[in-house]
């Protein structure tokens, strides 16, 4: 619901950025610069971050810094550690399923992405099916612990050369055995289809990443994203990275700094900062800010 989320950051604004300040016990004295979310995203929601930035930036004389939504997502691990290049990314979100590859800070290369739905896109949509709650990436990782492979989904382009992924075949392939199923009055377990799903998810997003990881030659391998929540995809990950990435150093940000969150934006703020990346005033919210426009 756009509208309700526009009027929603409206009235959320002021009030966040005082909590964020007191919580953090400074003033706006002792900040460098302002750094907002250019893109992409809903464009009503966006405008209220880039209009309240602007006003923070030229009432208190302060650099603005214009900072891409997935940026954002990969430098949440700065907080984890430093970074060591050459490095890879792992973004799987709501809007992106993507592998980047970065030979320097603010240097991004999408080696693979998603032909159709995100991964998280998939995990709302098959969650919707089963009448579980939005966000459904939560509810149906939960359930998968709970289930076991039992249908065996198909794994999609898992064995091709490409970096790229595809999540709507899957999705496909749930929502028919789930109707076949009910057509013979049968209710499939809840469980057991989360858990198929997510197998499915977990080991094409994995393979690939790995595989990637070591023709690339990285010293580190971050996850990012939403789902870099999801505790399927992170146990995988440890596992796989320990046993073929000897040397390779694994990061995967705590839960807090996982989903969209606004710590994220100052991190990679913090390193446009220093490379004076800086915006001006005629920053303008890009619903569909490209990643390599950057
Ligand atoms: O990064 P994010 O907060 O927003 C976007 O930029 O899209 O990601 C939200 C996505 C949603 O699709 C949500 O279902 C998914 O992340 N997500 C998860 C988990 N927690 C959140 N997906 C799978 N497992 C989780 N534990
Ligand atoms: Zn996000």
């Known amino acids: 619901m756009p509208e309700i989320a526009s009027r929603h950051h409206v009235e959320q604004i002021t009030k966040v950025i005082e909590q964020a300040l007191s919580e953090a016990e400074v ?23 880039v209009s ?24 949440a691990n700065r907080f984890e550690t430093e970074f060591q290049f050459p490095l890879l990314a792992l973004v799987v979100s709501g809007g992106h399923t993507e ?19 995100a991964a998280g896109e998939a995990y709302d949509k098959v ?8 966000p459904g990436g939560v509810q149906i990782d939960k359930l998968a612990y709970e289930g076991e492979d039992t249908f065996h989904f198909p794994r999609a382009m898992m064995e091709d050369n490409s970096y790229d992924f595809s999540f709507s075949g899957l999705k496909s392939a749930f929502i028919n055995q789930l109707h076949n199923m009910r057509q013979k009055n049968l209710e499939p377990s809840p469980k057991d289809m989360a858990a198929s799903f997510q197998a499915s998810v977990v080991d094409v997003l994995t393979t690939k990443t790995i595989r990637a990881a070591k023709e690339y030659g990285v010293k580190q391998l971050l996850l990012a994203g939403g789902v870099a929540a ?23 940000p705590p839960l807090s700094l996982c989903g969209d969150n606004a710590a994220m934006i100052a991190a990679a703020g913090a390193v446009a900062f ?21």
Do not use: C, W
């Open 27 to 49: 003033s706006l004295d002792e900040i460098d610069a302002i750094a907002v979310t250019e893109g992409p995203g809903l464009v009503g929601a966006l405008l209220i971050g």
């Open 52 to 75: 309240a930035a602007k006003t923070l930036a030229f009432a208190n004389h302060k650099p603005l810094i214009p900072v891409h939504h997935i940026a954002g997502h990969i430098y």
């Open 99 to 117: 592998l980047v590859y970065m030979k320097e800070h603010n240097s991004f290369e999408i080696i693979g992405e998603t032909r159709d739905d």
């Open 127 to 134: 969650a919707r099916t089963l009448g579980l709650p939005y």
């Open 230 to 252: 999801n505790r399927g995809l992170r146990e995988r990950l440890i596992e796989e990275a320990a046993l073929e990435l000897p040397g390779v150093e694994l990061i995967i």
């Open 274 to 294: 220093e490379q004076k990346h800086f915006g001006n005033l005629s920053l303008n919210a890009e619903p569909s800010l490209e990643f390599d426009e950057v």
